[in-house]
C-alpha cells in the first residue's frame, strides 16, 4: 500500500496527476483540462480536488466495480490508492464510526454526467461493505430496490440523458455503532408535473408509463383498459420517441414489479398505484367540445368510464368537475361551465396533481419500508443527488427553480470547505490566512430577499388581484430591481446587450456565468392551480391512494395555496439546515461529449462544465494556503532514504524525524509548516523535487545491496550483515504469521463450538415454543368449527364463544360502515341470523338519531329554501326532463335587483311589493319574433315590462293556468282570461330559471294547481277568437323557429336522466 501511496507521482506526465490539488498552474482552466482529458483517455474517470471527487462519465463499462475492487479499497487510508468513489465511500464509512457524527455527499452535475450512476455505486459499496445479518440484508436490499422504483416514477428520457432524474432526491442512510445498515430515509425536491402532460420534441413522459404498457401482462392491462400500445395514448406522443433503443421497458417494468414486493408494497397497494397510472393516461385522452354556447363537453364517454372506474368516482361528479367549476357567491356555491381551454386546463391540471401526491405518497411508502424501529441514537451518511446548473437554448421557470437551488448549494459548498480547511489548521495548530473567493451572497439576496427579491416580486404577481401577465412580471422587476448588477433586461441593457436579448427575457449573472431566462409561463407554472371542486371530486374517490393523497382533513381555506417556488425556496432552506449539521464530502460528475460516445473528450463541453460547477473556485480555496498534507509518520516512511540520519531506523519522534529530513532535503522556511501530527508542503514543485530524489535515491540503494562490487572487508561486511539482517527479518515475519495462523484458528474452532452448541439450545427452545403455539391454534380452531355447525342451535357451550364472536364482528363491522348520511339509510349492513332483531332495532334508533341531527342543522333559510324545493318537486318530478339537473341548483330571492328595474316602473309598482324579478325572451303572439324583457311578480300581479315601459299586467285572479312541455326546454305559456278583443292575449316566454321562476309564481300567485305538464303542442290564444300554437320536439341541437304551418317549433336535445 505504501508504493501505491504515491505512485501517480511518477507517471504524471503520462496520466496526470491524481489530485488537481498538487497541479502546479492552479489558476489556469487550460491546465485543469490537459490534466483531465489525460487521464480521461488512460480510463482513470476519477481525479481529486483534496477529499472532492470529480467524475467523468466514460459512456462505457469499466472493470473497476467488481467485488475483489471494493474490498481492495476498504479499510484503506484515502490517499492510498488510485482515486475512486469507493475510496471516498469507505472514507466517509470509517470517519462516521470512528467520530460518531453524521455525513452527507453531495452528488451533482449536469443531465447524463452520471449522477444517478454514482449514488448506486456508494449504495452498492455500502450494501457489501457493513455486517451482514438476516435483518440488515433485508434493508440493505430495500435501500437498493428503492432506486428502480424511484427512477420508473421519477425519471424520464431528455434530450440530454435517457435515465434523467426530473426531482431531487436526499437520502439518509442509518447506521448502528456496528456499522449495520439499519434504516433510511428518502427526501424528494420539485418533481417536474409538467412532464406528465407536456414533453419537448425527442423527450419521453416519466418511464412508468411506457413500462406498463410495454411489460404489463395481458390480465393487468384488460383489467386497467389499456392498449399495448404507446401510440394510443395523447400524454405519450408529444415528444415522438416513445421506443428507445437503449431503454428496456419491459425488462425494467420486471425489475419494479419485484422491487416493490420487496420494499413491502401489498398487492392492494400495487393494484391501486397502477390503477392511478393507467387513470392518468385514460385523462389524457378526453378530449372536449364546445357547444353552442361556447361551453366544453366532453366527447368521449369510453375514456370517462375508465377514469370513472380505476379511480372509484361516479362518472357525473367527475364529468361535472372536469366542465365546471364552483364558485362562492356570498353563502351560496354556483357551478360556472369552462370553457374549452379552460377545461383543458383543468384536465392537465388534474393529472399533474394526481401524479405528483401520487409520487409524494411513493416516496414516503418507502421511508417507511426503510425505517428503522429502534429508537437508540443512530449515525447517518446523507446522499444529496441534485440538478446541477442547466443552461438552455430557453430557459423557464424549471432553471430557474434548479439554478436558484445551485446558488444555494454552491454558498454552503464555499462556506463548508473554508470552515473544514480552517479548522483543520486551527487543529494542527497553523495560522489561518484568510481565503479571497467571490461571495454569491449577492445573487441569492437578488432571488430571495423579502419584499426586493425576484421571489417576492414573482409570488406578488400571482397573488394580486386583476390582470397580471408574464409581462407585467417583467415590468415590476425592471421598476424594483432594475439596478441590481447582476440583473439585466432588454429595456435595461445597452445597444450591445439589447441584441442578444428578447423582449420576454431577463438575464442574470450567476456566480458560474449569465443564464438569460425566457419570462413567458412564469406565473402559470409558479401557481400551478387545482380548482377547489377538482379537489372535492378527488376525495370522493374510493381508491385508497387517491383518497389519502386528497384527505378530508386538508384544509379547504379560501386562501390561495403556496406557490411553487415559495415551496421549493422553503424546502431548500429546509435541506440546508439539514446538511449545515453534517459533515460535507463531494462528488462533481462531468460529461465529456453530448453525443454520449466513449473515449470523445470536448473540450468546450467540459469547460463550460467545470465553470459552473465551480471546480476552479474550490480548488483555489484548497490551494490559498498549501498544497499537500500528510501525517509525519507516513512521510518520514516513504522518504527517509533520502537523509543519511533516518535512515535506515529513525530513533526519535515522527516530528522530529520529519525536521531533520526537511533539514537535509534543504527546505525553505516559507514552503512548509510543522503541524501537531501533519506536515504541511506550500507548492506541488517542492513535494515533486522531493519525489523525484526518492526515486533516484532508490535506485542507488539496489545497485548498493546487489550490483555494487565488494572493495574492502568492511564494506563486505556491511552489506552482508545487511543481506543476513533483511533474511532474518522475513523469516521471523513468516514464523509470526504462522503463529498468529495457528492461535486464531484455535480460537475460531472454540468459538465456532460454543456458538453450534447455543444454536442448539435456542432452536430446541423456539421448537418447544411453536409446537405450544401450534397445539393452541389447534383448539381454537377447532371450538371455531363446532361453534359454526351449531351456530343455529340453542346456545350451548359448543357454540357461546362462536355467537359471541359473531355478535362482536358484527357490531365492528357495523360501526365502521355506518351510513353517512338520511339518505344512505338502505346501506345497511345484512345482519347474521342471531343479530337480525338487534339489528332491526339498532337500525331504527340510528336514523332516528341522524334525522334529528339532520333537522336541527337545518338553518331558517335552508328551511325556506327546501320547501320551494319541495314545491318544485311536487310540480315537475318524473314530469320534465330536465328537472333533475334543476335540484342542486339553489334557488335565489331574485335574479334582478331593484336597481336593475326602471324607476318608473318601480313608481307605477312599488305598492304592491316587488316579490321576485328575472330577465325573460318574449316571442310575439304574430311572427314570434324574440324580445327581452323583464318578468316582475308582485303580490297582486305579474308585469312584463320593456324598459320604462309596462307592456303587460296579469292579475292573478286572471291567470287561467300556466303550460310547459315535458321536455328539456325552458319555455313557458301563461293563459290568461280575456273576453275583450282589445286585451292582449297568452304570453310565450323563455326563461333560463324555468324552474325558480314557476315554483316563485305558484308560491306568491298560490295557483298551485294552475300548473300543466303537457306533450307534444300547446294551443295558446292570440286574442278571442284566434288561437296559436307551440310544438315541442326532441332533436340533436337546441334551436327555435317559426314552422311553415306557422307554428312556433321549439327544438331541444334530449338529457339523460341522473
Not at 335552508?862 to 320547501?867: F, V
Request: proline share 3%.
Amino acid at each position: 500500500m505504501l508504493r501505491n501511496m504515491e505512485a501517480s507521482l511518477t507517471a504524471r506526465d503520462r496520466v496526470g496527476i491524481q489530485d488537481f490539488v498538487l497541479l502546479d498552474a492552479y489558476t489556469s482552466e487550460t491546465a485543469f483540462l490537459d490534466n483531465l482529458k489525460k487521464r480521461f483517455h488512460e480510463n482513470l474517470i476519477y481525479t481529486y480536488i483534496g477529499t472532492l471527487l470529480v467524475s467523468v462519465n466514460p459512456y462505457k463499462e469499466l472493470d473497476n466495480y467488481s467485488k475483489k475492487q471494493m474490498d481492495t479499497y476498504m479499510g484503506v487510508n484515502f490517499f492510498e490508492l488510485p482515486p475512486h468513489i469507493y475510496a471516498l465511500a469507505d472514507n466517509v464509512f470509517r470517519t462516521m464510526l470512528s467520530e460518531f457524527n453524521n455525513h452527507f455527499i453531495l452528488i451533482s452535475g449536469e443531465s447524463g454526467a452520471g449522477k444517478t450512476e454514482a449514488s448506486k455505486k456508494i449504495l452498492q459499496y455500502y450494501a457489501v461493505s457493513c455486517p451482514s445479518t438476516r435483518l440488515l440484508n433485508n434493508i440493505r436490499d430495500r435501500l437498493l430496490l428503492s432506486n428502480p422504483v424511484l427512477e420508473a416514477f421519477g425519471n424520464a428520457k431528455t434530450l440530454k440523458n435517457d435515465n434523467s432524474s426530473r426531482f431531487g432526491k436526499y437520502m439518509d442512510i442509518q447506521f448502528d455503532h456496528q456499522g449495520g445498515a439499519v434504516g433510511g430515509h428518502i427526501l424528494s425536491y420539485l418533481l417536474e408535473k409538467s412532464r406528465v402532460v407536456h414533453q419537448n420534441h425527442g423527450e419521453r413522459n416519466f418511464h412508468i408509463f411506457y413500462q406498463l404498457v410495454d411489460g404489463g401482462e395481458d390480465d393487468l392491462l384488460r383489467w386497467l383498459g389499456l392498449q399495448r400500445n404507446c401510440q394510443h395514448y395523447s400524454y405519450l406522443v408529444q415528444g415522438d420517441c416513445a421506443k428507445v433503443s437503449s431503454i428496456n421497458d419491459k425488462s425494467d417494468w420486471r425489475t419494479v414489479r419485484k422491487a416493490l414486493s420487496v420494499i413491502e408494497f401489498t398487492e392492494s397497494d400495487i393494484e391501486h398505484l397502477f390503477g392511478i397510472i393507467a387513470s392518468v393516461l385514460h385523462l389524457g385522452n378526453i378530449k372536449f367540445e364546445a357547444d353552442v354556447r361556447g361551453y366544453a363537453t366532453l366527447d368521449n364517454n369510453q375514456e370517462m368510464h375508465w377514469v370513472s372506474k380505476l379511480l372509484g368516482i361516479p362518472a357525473q361528479v367527475l364529468q361535472q368537475g372536469l366542465t365546471h367549476r364552483k364558485i362562492e357567491a356570498k353563502t351560496e356555491e354556483v357551478l360556472s361551465p369552462f370553457s374549452v381551454d379552460h377545461a383543458v386546463y383543468a384536465r392537465d391540471a388534474l393529472a399533474k396533481a394526481i401524479y405528483g401526491r401520487t409520487f409524494n405518497w411513493l416516496v414516503n411508502k418507502v421511508n417507511e419500508s426503510l425505517a428503522n424501529k429502534d429508537s437508540s441514537r443512530k449515525t447517518v451518511i446523507g446522499l444529496l443527488d441534485i440538478y446541477g446548473f442547466e443552461v438552455f437554448n430557453v430557459n423557464s421557470f424549471e432553471q430557474f427553480c434548479i439554478n436558484y437551488c445551485n446558488e444555494k448549494l454552491q454558498q454552503l459548498f464555499i462556506r463548508l470547505t473554508l470552515k473544514s480547511e480552517q479548522e483543520e489548521y486551527e487543529m494542527e495548530g497553523i495560522e489561518w490566512e484568510p481565503v479571497p473567493y467571490f461571495n454569491n451572497k449577492i445573487i441569492c439576496d437578488l432571488v430571495e430577499e423579502k419584499y426586493r427579491g425576484i421571489i417576492s416580486l414573482l409570488d406578488e404577481e400571482c397573488l394580486r388581484p386583476g390582470e397580471a401577465t408574464d409581462l407585467t412580471f417583467l415590468e415590476k422587476m425592471e421598476e424594483k430591481i432594475g439596478g441590481h448588477p447582476h440583473f439585466v433586461t432588454h429595456k435595461l441593457a445597452d445597444q450591445k446587450t439589447r441584441k442578444t436579448l428578447d423582449r420576454g427575457d431577463f438575464r442574470l449573472l450567476h456566480y458560474a456565468g449569465e443564464v438569460t431566462y425566457c419570462v413567458v409561463g412564469f406565473l402559470d407554472k409558479n401557481n400551478d392551480l387545482l380548482y377547489r371542486n377538482g379537489k372535492e371530486v378527488m376525495r370522493q374517490s374510493k381508491n385508497a391512494i387517491i383518497r389519502h393523497c386528497f384527505p378530508s382533513t386538508e384544509p379547504d381555506s379560501k386562501r390561495r395555496p403556496e406557490t411553487v417556488v415559495t415551496q421549493f425556496k422553503s424546502s431548500l432552506v429546509g435541506l440546508t439546515e439539514i446538511l449545515m449539521s453534517k459533515e460535507p464530502w463531494y462528488v462533481r460528475c462531468i460529461k465529456p461529449n453530448e453525443a454520449k460516445q466513449p473515449g470523445r473528450f470536448d473540450d468546450v463541453l467540459v469547460r463550460h462544465q467545470v465553470k459552473y460547477l465551480g471546480l476552479m473556485e474550490h480548488l483555489r480555496v484548497r490551494r490559498a494556503g498549501f498544497a499537500y498534507r500528510r501525517k509525519y509518520e507516513i512521510f518520514l516512511q516513504r522518504y527517509k532514504p533520502l537523509c543519511p540520519d533516518t535512515w535506515p531506523n529513525w530513533k526519535g519522534t515522527a516530528a522530529e524525524g520529519v525536521r531533520c529530513l526537511i533539514k537535509h532535503l534543504g527546505y525553505k522556511s516559507n514552503e512548509y509548516k510543522m503541524g501537531r501530527t501533519k506536515i504541511f508542503i506550500r507548492h506541488p514543485r517542492t513535494l515533486f523535487a522531493t519525489e523525484d530524489a526518492f526515486q533516484v535515491c532508490k535506485h542507488k540503494l539496489g545497485e548498493m545491496l546487489f550490483c555494487k562490487p565488494i572493495c574492502n572487508a568492511e564494506d563486505s561486511t556491511r552489506n552482508l550483515f545487511r543481506v543476513k539482517l533483511l533474511t532474518v527479518t522475513v523469516a521471523a515475519t513468516r514464523i509470526q504469521a504462522k503463529y498468529k495462523g495457528y492461535r486464531v484458528k484455535g480460537d475460531y474452532l472454540k468459538q465456532k463450538e460454543a456458538a453450534t452448541r447455543i444454536e442448539t439450545c435456542w432452536r430446541g427452545l423456539m421448537a418447544r415454543k411453536e409446537r405450544e403455539k401450534r397445539s393452541w391454534a389447534v383448539k381454537v380452531i377447532k371450538k371455531f368449527i363446532k361453534g359454526f355447525m351449531t351456530r343455529n342451535q340453542p346456545a350451548c357451550s359448543e357454540n357461546t364463544e362462536y355467537l359471541a364472536y359473531v355478535r362482536q364482528n358484527y357490531l365492528t363491522r357495523l360501526k365502521e360502515n355506518l351510513p353517512k348520511t338520511v339518505l344512505e339509510k338502505d346501506s345497511w349492513l345484512t345482519p347474521p341470523p342471531i343479530m337480525q332483531e338487534v339489528s332491526k332495532l339498532l337500525k331504527q334508533i340510528y336514523i332516528r338519531l341522524m334525522v334529528k341531527k339532520y333537522v336541527r342543522g337545518i338553518t331558517p333559510q335552508r328551511k325556506a329554501q327546501l320547501l320551494l324545493k319541495l314545491q318544485t318537486s311536487s310540480m315537475f318530478k318524473g314530469k320534465k326532463e330536465n328537472y333533475p339537473f334543476s335540484v342542486c341548483r339553489p334557488f335565489l330571492d331574485t335574479r334582478i335587483s331593484i336597481e336593475d328595474i326602471n324607476i318608473k316602473v318601480l313608481q307605477m309598482i312599488l305598492h304592491e311589493q316587488v316579490k321576485y324579478s328575472v330577465p325573460v325572451v318574449k316571442y310575439d303572439r304574430n311572427g314570434f319574433r324574440p324580445r327581452l324583457r323583464q318578468l316582475i311578480f308582485s303580490l297582486e300581479a305579474a308585469y312584463l315590462v320593456e324598459e320604462a315601459k309596462i307592456k303587460q299586467r296579469i292579475d292573478y285572479s286572471f291567470l287561467k293556468g300556466v303550460s310547459v312541455s315535458n321536455l328539456s326546454d325552458n319555455f313557458l305559456i301563461l293563459h290568461v282570461t280575456c273576453d275583450d278583443t282589445k286585451k292582449k292575449g297568452d304570453l310565450v316566454l323563455q326563461c333560463d330559471y324555468l324552474f325558480e321562476a314557476l315554483t316563485k309564481l305558484c308560491v306568491i300567485a298560490n295557483k298551485q294547481n294552475c300548473f300543466k305538464v303537457v306533450q307534444g303542442s300547446i294551443r295558446f290564444d292570440i286574442q278571442p277568437g284566434r288561437e296559436g300554437f307551440v310544438d315541442f320536439k326532441s332533436g340533436q341541437e337546441s334551436i327555435v323557429y317559426r314552422a311553415k304551418n306557422g307554428h312556433l317549433t321549439v327544438e331541444s336535445t334530449r338529457t339523460k336522466s341522473r
